[in-house]
DNA sequence: TATGAATGAGATTTCATTCAT
DNA sequence: CATGAATGAAATCTCATTCAT
């Protein structure tokens, strides 16, 4: 019921655009109250400051995010360690994957500025290394996948480093949506592809690491 | 003995400290000086500036970078889009790719703090967007290996974004590695793997359009 | 009340005082803000710099001036170049031109401070060439002026440099009266006897050429 | 026999010529060395600072036109206070008052970029009042003759006023010749018609007076 | 003669932040 | 709620000058 006073409004909506043009650290809070038509003051007393501001617009956002990713890398870790995967894979399973994978893109695309800013504008600020939170956070599921199918295939085992970078690339593929197609739909058809791309990488990786293990 | 002043070295060993610390914008001319032990007259004597002494550490491995990603591309497209190439690659190919693959690396990390610098602390000077300006050199590449080969296999196309997504997670790749593996011998290793996905993943990414085309 | 901040005028008094004392170059913004007794923060919440400081203080003035030169300019001229202006000057009209120009005399006094600021500290400011700007003024005038007499007597005709330097010399009257007579009342006088000076030399300089066209 | 070292004369070339672009506040020392192609070290050997490069350029014939304008006055007011002057003035003597005039102006045009810097540049240096010095010169010839003549002719006075403002234009007029006429002899021929109206201007002033006192 | 490195003090400007009203 | 004035510290940069070599 907070009614969201107006000015506070005119001042996110300033700060977005302000931070997007310039950056956490080149951004001006001078030239987003001038641009909101309030004072220094105004913002200080909706914002404890700088830091402050940047969170309220993106931290909501990303907080969501993080719960979707939670999820989403849960089923996947249960789908893909399921005994059989690995044979069938690509099969029904993908269907319940590109859901979810569309319902993180579809809530990026719905904040668009927000992780615009979280993901390439936030140098400066405390969500700097926000990414590197993202892709542990993808590392851990990873790992946990890959532990299961290493229970199941005991050759089966994926380096640290390969799997970090995978968990890298994964965030890499969504700061890449952002910058480069701002139409949802067609970002969704990206995603798709690289995904695939992705889960067919990580399945070969395995299957190499045996050859491998197996040759020696 | 005189060509390289002791007190520039200095600098130049501060500023790459500093810079590394805070990152372009927020390092501080007055800090490197006193980390130097001089004065900020004296930085000025040597340098024309902030974006300058900025510019003494990175361009020159820049340029070099620059120069050996182009040779090592145009010798890929020669391999890659040599005739019968899709049925027998990576077998002797891949030497010749490895070794300069591991050239680069080698630029790399004998250059380690320049291109830690430019490639994740450049924001604010003239070379933030250098990264950009790498994709930009391999999408060339890619476009143009994508030609070649679909002159000869005419259904053989990879759309835009991908072929974009498929250079930037080159580049990628580099960052990753100079960000999470500080031995070099390892980083060759991990790149070795990396490419070897890249370049699977360009091929399959090539053979499923096929079959996607053939199947319209 | 609030429309005059204190610290904005303490600051206006301690530039006047600094720019007069050293010329608007060697002024420091520093020795300003300690003299007024605020920090150099508060000056540029006032001003947007050093140049926009000076401004404040010779502008207006500067403007009304321009405007009270037109004015008192566009009156001689129709008053001089009247049918018979020749043969009576000096009579009634003087009146007329003097009152007009105990107005400027009285608006330059004024602003006393910052016409000196103007005319002779200006160097290094947007406003070093005002003077130019003025004579400029003033020359204008007198062309019309020549032309009108010109038209009356075909023969009478004052060469340009002769015309430029009758508003230089005009204009540096001013400056002179300003740089040496502290007193208005006495600046008063001093005008009169320099502009019938100046008006003699004025017509006697038209008649001669008037007599050396004849000559011919 | 001082060898003027080739470094020197380079050294000074280069100073008119960053002096005379903006004016000696501004304009850089360093500037003037990299101009000469020499280091500042050099520009230290032969000259003591800013100040003294400076000097070296403008002192001489500043020296030498004081002297100049020394004669040229001391000529003037023997020939002006003479007996019976003011009866016949402007016949014989404007030849002799020419003669010098040229003088001046051919020395004046001889040392062009000299005199400019002098009247025009040297806000800051210790030059910079050396209009008034010049100003002082004439003037006080003005108040000799002023006294002679008045010795002559009891009623005749020139207010202080007037005398300090003739002798002013009297080197405004050197001022304003340098600034707008860059040919030597078509200044001479402005100067002319300057000074007849200069002396005419200073005889009739003297009448007034005259008339005045007589009327009271 | 001249170099080239270095000084050190000063310049203007920017900014997030605070606080009395 | 919001203003508007003011802080204070730091930023980059410029310059005449000096001095060991």
Redesign the pocket.
């Known amino acids: 019921m907070k009614?969201d006073?107006?000015?506070?409004e005119k001042l996110l909506k300033s700060a977005k655009k302000e931070f997007l043009e310039n950056g956490y650290m080149?951004?001006?809070?001078?030239?987003i109250c001038a641009d909101a038509?309030?004072?220094?003051?105004?913002?200080?007393?909706?914002f404890?400051?700088?830091?402050d501001l940047f969170a309220a617009i993106v931290k909501s956002p990303l907080d969501t995010l993080t719960e979707l990713l939670k999820k989403h890398f849960s089923d996947d870790v249960s789908v893909m360690s399921a005994p059989g995967f690995m044979e069938k894979f690509s099969i029904e399973t993908d269907k319940e994957h590109d859901s979810l994978g569309t319902t993180l893109v579809h809530h990026i695309y719905q904040n668009y500025d927000a992780f615009m800013l979280l993901l390439t504008k936030a140098q400066g600020s405390k969500f700097e290394s926000c990414v590197d939170g993202l892709v542990e956070l993808i590392e851990k599921s990873y790992k946990e996948m890959a532990d299961r199918m290493a229970a199941q295939n005991p050759d089966c085992q994926v380096n640290e480093y390969m799997r970090h970078w995978f968990a890298h690339m994964n965030v890499d593929a969504f700061i890449h949506l952002l910058t480069h197609e701002s139409d949802e739909q067609k970002a969704i058809g990206h995603m798709g592809q690289i995904m695939d791309y992705l889960v067919k990488g990580w399945m070969e990786m395995i299957l190499i690491q045996e050859k491998e293990s197996a040759s020696k």
Do not use: D, I, P
Request: glycine share 12%; net charge positive.
């Open positions: 009614s006073s107006e000015t506070k080149k951004a001006s809070l001078r030239k038509g309030v004072t220094t003051g105004a913002l200080y007393f909706f404890e400051g700088k830091e």
